[in-house]
């Protein structure tokens, strides 16, 4: 099966291109840096010629106020340039819960990404995973200094990296879900307790203080990124990412 991946440099895309390879799949990496911009279709009509599947893993390099503006013209360009190709399903990567941040404008995108998806007319599907591992370090980073992180105590059910791209490949191979499958970690935390359990595995002696408004999570409320009952759920724990 040929497979273009879209953002297939990225933190999941090497992953989902290397996992297809393995497979025997003709999986190809796309992105800005091999010739394509997906935002202004340059190198797009060629990337996908052929191709069976495509997997669209881009993001904006802001997580500002032009996210949306991104996710629907990428996500627009891709669908006519698919349409062209006669390609058979396009797989993209979301969020759990972003329908219900809608102060964030980067989730507002990815439901805009969705939206325009299924709206097109080539099968689909939407694979929304949780928050990955990877990026809480970036997280308490944002509200941090030699002192202390301050972090809220927002629920979240991160996923590793490792585990998503294996379940977008899976769907990539598997015929197109016309659907939604959410996947999740294996474990539910309280943001600041996830600092702290990355800090004390780190040898961080700074304490992490809870602070409703700090970061971008200050804006998410309840469990609204927590994954629903039907959800795939990962095997990797956190702590077992953090001791390897």
């Known amino acids: 099966m040929r497979i273009a991946v879209l953002g297939g440099t990225g933190l999941i895309g090497s992953r989902v291109v290397a996992l297809l390879r393995g497979r025997g799949h003709d ?3 796309h992105s800005l840096s091999t010739g394509v911009d997906l935002r202004t279709g340059q190198g797009l009509p060629e990337a996908i010629k052929g191709a069976d599947v495509v997997v ?3 993001r904006p390099d802001r997580f500002d106020h032009t996210s949306p503006v991104f996710f629907r013209e990428t996500m627009e360009n891709l669908l006519q340039a698919a349409e062209d190709a006669e390609v058979g399903h396009i797989v993209i990567l979301s969020i759990v819960g972003a329908d219900q941040v809608p ?3 980067y989730y507002r995108g990815k439901v805009v990404q969705e939206e325009v998806l299924r709206a097109g007319d080539i099968p689909w599907s939407i694979v929304r995973s949780t928050q990955f591992f990877e990026f809480i370090d970036r997280v308490m980073s944002w509200t941090s200094d030699d002192s202390s992180v301050r972090l809220p105590s927002t629920l979240l059910q991160p996923i590793a990296a490792d585990d998503v791209a294996r379940i977008v490949a899976g769907v990539a191979t598997t015929g197109s ?4 499958l959410e996947i999740a970690g294996p474990e539910v935390f309280p943001l600041d307790q996830l600092g702290r359990i990355t800090l004390a595995a780190r040898g961080d002696e700074r304490p992490v203080v809870v602070d409703p408004a700090a970061g971008l999570y200050s ?3 309840g469990a609204a990124l927590i994954a629903r009952d039907n959800a795939v759920l990962a095997e990797t724990t956190y702590r077992q990412w953090l001791s390897n």
Do not use: C, E, M, R
Not at 177 to 180: H, K, W
């Open 56 to 58: 669209n893993l881009t």
């Open 27 to 29: 999986a190809v990496a």
């Open 103 to 105: 102060d964030v404008p």
């Open 177 to 180: 879900l016309d659907g939604v």
């Open 219 to 221: 804006h998410v409320k």
